[in-house]
């Protein structure tokens, strides 16, 4: 008997239009997608291509239209807001801007991703906080506040936060938009082996041509639709 795992990330015909009536204006259409286990996937392409709105589907942070999403398993097509914040809570979520919150120290900051685990004391999650921050070289900082880190060290903390939670799939916007080329490329090499590490794939909106380098696997979108590789 042979056990058929599901990919992690399966999408079939997904079309999302943004506005009704004349003002409708499709952003996605009849995209289809698989991400494998542990498979480091970049999505590029020109800016308003629908990146970012592909993203936000699969991190069930907007709701479908048409197509069918499974993501962890999970259908996401016509699922309820309980089931969509359930599946948010095993999704590892890292932007641009980091959206750390600037009155908590960067420990606070990643043992509050481990409040929903429940099961866990206070002390516990510090603990298990300081070991992330450990792992992304962080171990000296864990005391500071976001606004007395460097961008790329505030990233670090972002990417910290995101794994905390064990994660069955990370989602990054433009990690490294706001970083120089050598944060950048620090940021997303310890993404990149964290996560293969916890065999987590990673769907990676980037317009950053510094990174392409991580990849498994690169995807160009255009005008909403997946360009054909080769293409
Ligand atoms: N909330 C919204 N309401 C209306 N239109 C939107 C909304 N969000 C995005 N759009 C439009 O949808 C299109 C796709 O946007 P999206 O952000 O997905 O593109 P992108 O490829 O991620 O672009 P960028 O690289 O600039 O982030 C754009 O034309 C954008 O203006």
Do not use: W
């Amino acid at each position: 008997m042979h056990t058929i795992t599901e990919p992690p990330v399966a999408l079939r015909d997904i079309t999302y239009a943004f506005g009704e009536g004349e003002l409708r204006r499709p952003v996605l259409r009849q995209v289809a997608l698989e991400v494998a286990p542990g498979e480091i996937v970049l999505l590029t392409g020109p800016s308003g291509s629908g990146k970012t709105t592909l993203l936000t589907l699969i991190g069930a942070l907007r709701a479908m239209q048409e197509g069918s999403a499974r993501v962890l398993g999970h259908e996401l097509a016509g699922a309820s807001e309980t089931a969509r914040v359930a599946l948010r809570q095993r999704i590892g979520f890292i932007f641009q801007n980091h959206n750390l919150l600037g009155f908590l120290t960067a420990r606070q900051n990643v043992a509050m991703a481990l409040e929903m685990q429940g099961g866990l004391t206070e002390r516990e999650r510090l603990q298990r906080a300081d070991a992330l921050l450990d792992s992304v070289g962080l171990a000296e900082h864990t005391e500071k506040l976001p606004a007395h880190l460097s961008g790329g060290q505030r990233q670090r903390v972002a990417v910290a936060r995101a794994l905390a939670a064990d994660p069955g799939l990370v989602l990054a916007d433009e990690p490294t938009a706001a970083l120089d080329k050598q944060s950048g490329q620090e940021v997303v090499h310890l993404l990149r082996d964290l996560a293969k590490k916890r065999g987590a794939p990673i769907l990676l909106v980037t317009h950053d041509p510094r990174i392409l380098d991580i990849a498994d696997r690169i995807i160009s979108m255009e005008d909403g639709r997946i360009v054909p590789a080769g293409g």
